[in-house]
């Protein structure tokens, strides 16, 4: 993705309005209001998919407001689905609200006035979808808007799957695939609004996915951490390490078992991975958090049944490496995110 914003480069004082000019410039005119003026973070990345637009955003805590003086000026006939990957952000669009987290995404259109509003730091895809090309793959005037949809099943978790893979392999495709890309992207959101959820979950259950979902999506972010433990998981989370450990029940394996697996399957994929064949085993293992070679080669050796010299070796013994690794293995993920 092309990063059209970062604050990072910029001066402390400076950030907030450069994100303030940045949002009004990527998106459209609006309002942005926030506390941390002299300590903002926030970045835009950026991928154009055919009629789609795909944007990756990490913002500050914020009040974004979009008005009808800004409508009048600048118009802009698009729907935005929010797909958070973490923190929440609160919708308010005429008398209806939602909020978006890991377990539920939404859908406002641009043209209406709506507010935004984050408590903490928050990380969310942005799809941005023509109004006329989207709103005909449903039979009503318009799609379903400030809807909750459930990202954690079904075709909400393949809708945020597919965002994902698109934001990481969509630059490298030619130019008519990208096309046929975003038609398909409409096609599979629109199918996730119009299918029917069922019975609603109970609201603790949909709290308690997001705040898994949110979890891991952390951990992932923190793997190089070697002091991460699950003490300072649950602190940065604002959770109890026993909330935690509850969190982790329904999926079959303890939070510290998973931070262990996540690790180990992110240096299986460095070591296969072409372009870090430069790099030693043992630096690998240390930017993934772990402290003794002698120790991750051990653990390695015990999740895959192989060596990590074994999966350095030629490109065919390679494949068939990789293919014998066990499913057992393996963490399906809980949703999209970004490495």
């Not at 955003?57 to 600048?74: D, M």
């Not at 919708?91 to 984050?118: D, H, I, K």
């Not at 074994?310 to 065919?316: S, T």
């Amino acid at each position: 993705m092309q990063t059209l914003f970062d604050s990072d480069p910029l001066p402390a004082a400076k950030r907030y309005h450069a994100w303030q000019d940045a949002i009004c410039e990527i998106y459209l005119p609006v309002d942005c209001a926030s506390d941390l003026r002299n300590d903002y973070t926030g970045f835009v990345r950026q991928l154009r998919v055919g009629a789609v637009t795909l944007t990756d955003t990490l913002s500050s805590p914020q009040k974004v407001l979009r008005q009808r003086g800004h409508i009048a000026r600048f118009a802009k006939d698009c729907y935005f689905l929010g797909l958070t990957q973490t923190g929440s952000v609160n919708v308010r669009q005429g008398n209806a609200t939602m909020t978006l987290n890991a377990g539920c995404g939404g859908l406002f259109y641009a043209n209406e006035p709506y507010e935004l509003s984050t408590a903490r730091k928050v990380r969310t895809f942005w799809l941005e979808l023509p109004r006329r090309e989207f709103a005909s793959r449903f039979d009503t005037e318009h799609p379903p808007l400030v809807a909750n949809l459930d990202l954690s099943r079904g075709l909400g978790r393949i809708a945020v799957e597919l965002c994902t893979a698109v934001a990481r392999e969509g630059a490298r495709l030619e130019p008519q695939h990208r096309v046929e890309l975003g038609e398909e992207i409409m096609n599979v959101v629109a199918l996730a609004l119009k299918a029917d959820p069922g019975p609603e979950p109970a609201a603790e259950r949909c709290v308690q996915r997001a705040r898994l979902r949110s979890l891991t999506n952390y951990i992932d972010e923190h793997l190089g951490d070697p002091d991460l433990s699950l003490g300072k998981i649950a602190q940065s989370n604002g959770i109890s390490l026993r909330y935690l450990h509850q969190l982790f029940r329904p999926m079959d394996i303890s939070a510290s078992e998973w931070l262990r697996t996540r690790r180990l399957q992110r240096c299986y994929d460095l070591l296969t991975s072409p372009e870090h064949a430069g790099r030693s085993i043992t630096d690998i293992a240390y930017s993934t958090g772990f402290s003794s070679s002698s120790h991750f080669s051990n653990l390695f050796r015990a999740q895959f049944g192989l060596r990590p010299s074994d999966v350095r070796v030629a490109p065919a013994a390679r494949r068939a490496s990789r293919s014998s690794l066990p499913a057992a293995a393996k963490l399906a993920p809980l949703g999209g995110r970004m490495e």
